[in-house]
């Protein structure tokens, strides 16, 4: 008796920074292997600046993160009240 399994595939995720240089033109940075936390130390050391959008693609959906993920990094400041 032989047994017969579906192939799984895998769900990839990973976050596509993009980068602007202005007239050097644009990056998209894409790194499997970065995490959501990653990306936000590299916005709070800089090593990620002028940044035009942060998409978070997973499981064939692409997802615009970029107001939260700079939020979470603290690029933008509770407006007082």
Known sequence: MSAHCTPTVP???YFIVM???GR???EAIV???ITRGEVIERIRTHE???I????YV??????DVT???????????ECPV
């Open 52 to 55: 035009d959008f942060i998409h």
């Open 19 to 21: 980068i602007n240089y």
């Open 24 to 26: 050097k033109g644009r």
């Open 31 to 33: 790194d499997p292997e």
């Open 11 to 13: 769900i990839h995720s």
């Open 48 to 50: 990620y600046d002028r």
């Open 67 to 77: 107001n939260s993920v700079l939020k979470e990094a603290g690029f933008y400041e």
């Open 58 to 63: 997973h499981g064939g959906e692409c997802e």
